[in-house]
């Protein structure tokens, strides 16, 4: 491999589910009753066996996953007993198990959200991993990996861009053009809309009501630009500011061209009708590509960054989340654990989990990008381009506050778009809760 062949995808920049019963979903109080439980284990557990607490519960990732661990088991010895959640029920439930018995190694997110359960003293720390694989990180994936005190927590494994996916043919067949601003993009989905199209692919039903998030991000980030955008997620500003009413004011002008019923839909199923050309463009996640099965359609999917509204900011940041693994805070197996995450940090590890899901790149410096596909490498671009790089907003702030406040105000807001006062005053109402203010 040469070096032209590798790519660096650093995020520059420090560091995703209505309140119910009062219980904070994420990263707040435990639930009553968790949903995810550990594999089992205690005192007598198997040296010979690291147990794995993954959220890759969709076929692909899943798939992607084992491909890793019998990498692992190829090269160590050492079985690896996956225990596998769905994607939201892992969020809502990860306090109550990382408090209980929980597995060795678990999925989790890089930044605030990794320093969280590290200050919660729900995870131990990994400095004697990274003396071993720090050679393949740069300096900001590296910062995103520590905790507020300075120590590592997190082993990092992919990192994947959010921005306007379409399909090529579509706008080949209709003659659309790429929108660079924001005047552009709002006339391109009244046109869309003219022609019978679904203009933007919506699905937040359900327990994919982070969905949302992508657009609030790219129109804070855009209009307000990112110190502002950070500053806002860790509740330094406020949300009845008039920088955030702009915010909702032109996600209302945008919300006609939303796919109908988005509030019953999964994100899914949202993906699909883009794929099926019954709607233009979608804002969300190259994790898109793991819908996708027919080459041909994946060979056609294409996307552009979010528009630029305020010249000032222009398009100089991206959303590019950093997803990875922690060690539970007494794991039962912590010498085959530790292990197991110098493997998962290893450029071995990510070639192998990116050859079976072609929908994330790596963050190994080391690791080779010579299988990636078209939609990779202009993600790899993407990321390496920006000049600030966010992870999303229930990543970016407290999950709690997120969790519990922000999406519920602004998903029932959606379902009726008005000015949005009364939204960002309920919102701001709740912001001394979970930050000082």
Request: aromatic share 12%; hydrophobic share 35%; charged share 25%.
């Amino acid at each position: 491999m040469t070096q032209q062949s590798r790519t660096s995808l650093v995020p520059r920049g420090p560091g995703r589910r209505q309140i119910v019963n009062g219980m904070l979903a994420v990263g707040g109080a435990a639930l009553a009753a968790p949903v995810l439980a550990a594999c089992g284990g205690g005192a007598g557990a198997d040296p010979k066996t690291v147990t794995f607490g993954s959220n890759g519960a969709d076929a692909t990732p899943k798939a992607a996953y084992a491909a890793v661990t019998e990498a692992f088991t190829e090269d160590s010895g050492l079985k690896v007993k996956t225990n596998t959640v769905d994607h939201d029920t892992f969020q809502k439930s990860i306090t109550s198990y990382l408090q209980g018995t929980p597995d060795d190694v678990f999925t989790w997110f890089a930044g605030y959200r990794m320093q969280y359960f590290a200050k919660k003293g729900l995870c131990s720390p990994l400095d004697d991993v990274w003396d071993k694989i720090g050679d393949g990180f740069g300096e900001a994936v590296k910062q995103l990996s520590r905790g507020e005190d300075g120590a590592y927590y997190f082993v990092p494994l992919y990192t994947y861009p959010w921005a306007v996916f379409y399909r090529r043919s579509l706008f080949e067949e209709r003659g659309y053009q790429i929108p660079q601003k924001w005047d552009e993009f709002v006339a391109l989905a009244k046109r869309m809309k003219r022609d019978g199209l679904s203009p933007i692919a919506s699905g937040y039903g359900g327990g994919d009501s982070w969905s949302v998030l992508g657009a609030f991000d790219y129109l804070d980030l855009r209009a307000n630009g990112y110190d502002f955008h950070m500053q806002l997620m860790r509740g330094e500003a406020s949300w009845t500011d008039k920088r955030t009413a702009r915010v909702l004011d032109l996600w209302r002008e945008l919300s006609p061209y939303y796919q109908s019923g988005a509030g019953g839909r999964s994100w899914q199923d949202a993906a699909q009708s883009l794929l099926d050309k019954k709607s233009g463009m979608a804002i969300i996640g190259l994790f898109l590509g793991q819908q996708i099965t027919d080459e041909k359609i994946r060979a056609d999917i294409d996307f552009f960054p979010f528009p630029e509204i305020d010249a000032t900011h222009g398009q100089d940041s991206v959303e590019a989340p950093t997803d990875g693994f922690m060690l539970s805070r007494r794991p039962k197996n912590e010498n085959g654990a530790k292990k197991f995450l110098e493997f998962l940090g290893s450029a071995r590890a990510e070639e192998r989990y990116m050859g079976v899901d072609p929908s994330n790149l790596a963050v190994n410096e080391r690791a080779s990008t010579s299988s990636y596909n078209a939609l990779q490498k202009k993600s790899a671009d993407l990321i390496t381009s920006a000049k600030h790089i966010s992870q999303f907003a229930d990543r970016d702030s407290d999950p709690g506050f997120v969790s519990t406040v922000v999406l519920p105000g602004l998903t029932q807001w959606l379902g009726h778009p008005d000015d949005g006062t009364d939204t960002l005053k309920q919102i701001e109402s709740q912001r001394a809760r979970f930050f000082t203010v």
